[in-house]
């Protein structure tokens, strides 16, 4: 009697059907630790208050339309959700925990539908790609903000132009790549305008770069004509119509060209210096580097001992791509960014673009390839092209922003997961499954044990998640929140002695602490033009000074004053004076504080005579 041949013990072995049994097994960590990451930020979602940035954040969502000086829109959208659910924290931090891991789907489902045929290795990396969403939260900021609009519309556009690049050009194709780099920029240009350009340019170079040019064009104007359709909706319904919406953005832009005013050449020369002396630290600092030496190591660890010729050049080209990825990362995002304090944005932006398309061309000959326009998917070398243009993208998605960008594109870490990812699928073959399996699992968790390390520490909060046990509630909220015991008795401490002494909801502020936003959502005052003018810059009093201009004399005479009189990011109090406002002597203290964070001095002034 004929036996029964072995079954593998994960199940049917057959390589024409899935292993179903195997993908499970190998699977279930993988998605244990996606479900407990995600978890956890939903569980902790009514825990923290920073006075900082994610006050500057909730009070663009919370009141959209008082915020004239802000050029991204981002609150104009999740402004729609507090009509819903007014000022309501916990609901607006799950909201945007549920809407960037939708979108990181999307991008995971087409990155590996090219990375990777095997079902078990797909379902593992849209897992991976998941779980790399979360490196949003590395400082624990949950609170969706125009970073969260960028990292979205950036994962579309990467998806688009990994479509463009491994997929033959029908012209159905083209209409969904072209569509989707539309959408995916102006969600990119609702966060961050200036992202939305760099991201937008880099992306078309690489699609220029890979596609007959044709197609290209198709692809372009398509593009192009659905980005102003979708952004003069946007205008009409969100902006107040366009003229309005126009108007806001240029003033944005002028309050911003104000801030970074001040620096001369010179100063830019210095930058440029430090910047070169500092490219080994920052990346070492960030995930960029991470992806590329996960890389390296996969490639000596995964090296067949015997290659073909076609073998040994996608190996070369992995390598070269990997040395390119370092180049480019070193040059976007420090002497572009160093000179950004005297350079114009579209000089800056050619010289990235430049930057982008030298490299491009310096991987092409080291790969040996000389990509023929008629070949969209460039023989053998796509693999490579794929990783550099998301890696690209990554770098350049901060742009326009301040500090470094290399090490704020680590926001993107979806994008250099998937540069690595394509590095490691082309150099690992198909039967070392187990290996492509160890690659997926250390770069998916990286985030998860970040993520959790970062909820110990988190960003400006004086103690770590387990310590936010004290409930507060904002002005006009319903949903309080738990906070740590310093910023508790800071909240109390300003509100009671505003109320003690005649506060009312709507009462204008000027924050002079340079870093207090929170002062306004905690009060509910209306904080004339910004929510938060900037101090700490050379041309903060500038900034200042024309904040106050733009208030006028009606609003800034009943205005209360917040200052910090040894802050270190405190703007010049002259500018209160040379607005015409009668200050220290026609006010009085109403309320002396100390935050939790910073553990700075604060003193709350009200207005006892009208100002001329």
């Known amino acids: 009697m ?21 993908t499970v097994i190998v699977a279930a960590p993988s998605l244990l630790a996606l479900v407990l990451a995600y978890g956890f930020i939903v569980w902790n979602a009514n825990k923290g208050f920073d006075i900082t940035d994610e006050s ?3 009070l663009n969502i919370f009141y959209p339309n008082r915020n004239i000086g802000a050029v991204s829109e981002f609150g104009q959208y999740l402004g729609l959700f507090s009509d819903f659910y007014p000022h309501n924290v916990p609901f607006l931090r799950i909201f945007g925990v549920a809407f960037i891991l939708c979108v990181s789907v999307y991008y995971s489902i087409f990155a590996s539908r090219y990375l990777s045929s095997q079902f078990l290795i797909r379902t593992l990396l849209i897992i991976a790609f998941a779980i790399s969403t979360l490196s949003i939260f590395r400082f624990w900021l949950i609170t969706p903000s125009y970073n969260t609009f960028v990292l979205a519309g950036a994962m579309i556009v990467a998806a688009s132009v990994i479509r463009s690049i491994n997929r033959a050009g029908l012209l159905g194709e083209e209409i969904r790549i072209a569509d989707a780099l539309a959408i995916g920029g102006v969600l990119v240009a609702i966060g961050r305008p200036t992202s939305a350009i760099a991201v937008g340019g880099v992306a078309g170079l690489w699609i220029a770069c890979v596609c007959p040019y044709r197609q290209t064009l198709r692809i372009g104007v398509a593009a192009v004509c659905v980005f102003i359709l979708l952004f003069l909706l946007h205008a009409a319904f969100l902006g107040g119509g366009v003229e309005p919406f126009l108007t806001r953005v240029n003033f944005a832009k002028d309050l911003a060209a104000t801030l970074d005013a001040g620096h ?3 100063d830019a020369i210095g930058r440029v210096l430090t910047a070169l002396r500092d490219v080994p630290g920052q990346m070492f600092s960030t995930p960029s580097l991470a992806g590329a030496l996960v890389t390296l190591i996969v490639f000596f660890i995964g090296w067949p001992p015997r290659l073909h010729l076609n073998e040994k050049r996608m190996a070369q080209s992995c390598v070269a791509g990997v040395a390119a990825l370092v180049a480019v990362t070193a040059y976007s995002t420090h002497v572009v960014q160093a000179v950004s304090s005297w350079g114009n944005l579209g000089v800056r932006l050619v010289l990235l673009l430049l930057g982008q398309f030298l490299f491009f061309k310096l991987a092409a000959r080291l790969n040996g390839e000389t990509f023929p326009k008629s070949n969209p998917e460039v023989a053998n070398s796509s693999p490579v092209i794929t990783a550099l243009a998301l890696a690209s993208i990554a770098l350049v998605a901060p742009f326009g922003g301040t500090g470094v960008m290399i090490g704020n594109s680590g926001t993107a870490f979806p994008l250099y997961v998937g540069s690595a990812l394509f590095l490691a699928m082309a150099i690992i ?9 160890s690659v997926i699992y250390l770069l998916a968790f990286l985030p998860v044990l970040f993520l959790f390390y970062v909820s110990m520490m988190p960003y400006r909060l004086p103690e770590s998640m387990s310590h936010q046990t004290n409930p507060i509630t904002l002005a006009g909220s319903d949903s309080p929140i738990l906070v740590d015991g310093a910023t508790a008795n800071w909240v109390n401490a300003l509100r009671s002695g505003a109320l003690e002494h005649g506060w009312s909801e709507g009462t204008p502020l000027i924050d002079m602490t340079g870093a207090t936003p929170g002062a306004a959502l905690v009060l509910g005052a209306n904080a004339p033009v910004t929510p938060w003018i900037v101090g700490g810059y050379k041309g903060s009093k500038s900034f200042a000074a024309s904040v106050l201009a733009a208030a006028g004399s009606e609003i800034l005479k009943d205005a209360w004053i917040l200052t910090a009189p040894t802050g270190a990011a405190k703007n010049d109090e002259a500018v209160l004076s040379e607005a015409g406002l009668d200050f220290p002597s026609g006010y009085e203290i109403a309320a002396e504080v100390t935050t939790g964070y ?7 002034w009200k207005p006892v005579r009208k100002n001329d």
Request: proline share 14%; charged share 25%.
């Open 429 to 437: 073959p198909p039967a070392r499954w187990l290996l492509r399996v």
């Open 264 to 266: 001369t050449f010179g």
């Open 2 to 22: 004929q036996s029964n041949p072995a079954r593998s013990p994960f199940g049917n072995a057959s390589p024409d059907r899935p292993q179903y049994l195997r």
């Open 598 to 604: 910073r553990k700075e001095k604060q003193l709350l």
């Open 56 to 58: 500057f954040y909730l």
